[in-house]
């Protein structure tokens, strides 16, 4: 895990904090994917965590161990929220393609625990900010024959439920991996269960568009989430740091 730090970081205080998990397909991946997210945010007030993962190209795995890592990950900030001065009940998962799966997952899937895990501390995160998320591992959806029919208990589509943590979704309209329709059709489940949900659907955009080498496009959806991020209470609306 790598942290950002707000600048002024008050040791008597507990902060918010973002927890990013990058895509790749859970082949491959890099965790400076989320860098220019968590040096923005980490401005803003919020503790960021690049977190790295087991992924197939690197360690020979399979999706089932990257999201065995991504629990663990949010375990251990529970675990230690006083070293990191985090606030235990204001902890964000976030991420992209794989990585959003990554990130929903641990919010909606109660398997894939390692077993030296401690499960009495919770894996679930308050609030999700989901970038072309690979949110469908069933038939048809993204992954299916590597998951097979283990997306019963895999696919965060194929989960949801009551309680689920506020969500914000970001999606291209030309995304090849990911259809509309799947967005939209999580939005509904999402709106059914009564949980909050946001979806920003961004014309003629394919998949990985938010990433900061679009800069456009970076910019748009770090100000989306950050406007999610405060009306869930994360964030205060000044002083808004710029965008660059």
Not at 49 to 68: A, G, N, W
Not at 151 to 179: C, E, Q, R, V, W
Request: aromatic letters at 14%; proline letters at 5%; one cysteine or more.
């Amino acid at each position: 895990m790598e942290v950002y730090y707000p600048d002024s970081i008050n040791a008597a205080k507990n902060y918010p904090a973002m927890v990013f998990y990058f895509g790749g397909g859970w082949n491959g991946g890099d965790i400076n994917q989320f860098a220019p997210h968590a040096k923005y945010f980490s401005k803003r007030g919020i503790v960021c965590i690049l977190v790295d993962y087991r992924v197939r190209d690197r360690q020979k795995t399979t999706p089932f161990e990257s999201l065995k890592d991504a629990k663990t990950s949010i375990r251990f900030i529970r675990e230690h929220a006083g070293q990191f001065h985090i606030d235990t009940s204001r902890i964000v998962a976030a991420g992209g393609s794989a990585g959003g799966h990554l990130a929903a997952a641990t919010a909606l899937i109660d398997d894939y625990n390692e077993k030296s895990e401690n499960l009495s501390v919770s894996a679930i995160p308050n609030a999700l900010v989901l970038f072309n998320p690979v949110i469908d591992n069933g038939p048809g959806g993204y992954g299916f024959e590597r998951i097979g029919e283990a997306y019963k208990n895999f696919s965060p589509l194929h989960n949801i439920k009551a309680g689920m943590p506020p969500t914000i979704l970001f999606l291209g309209t030309n995304d090849d991996l990911i259809p509309v329709e799947t967005a939209k059709y999580f939005q509904k489940a999402m709106e059914k269960v009564k949980s909050k949900s946001v979806l920003h659907l961004y014309e003629g955009q394919r998949h990985g568009f938010f990433n900061y080498k679009n800069f456009e496009y970076y910019k748009k959806t770090v100000t989306e989430t950050d406007v999610f991020l405060q009306s869930i209470g994360y964030l205060q609306k000044n002083p808004i740091i710029e965008i660059k």
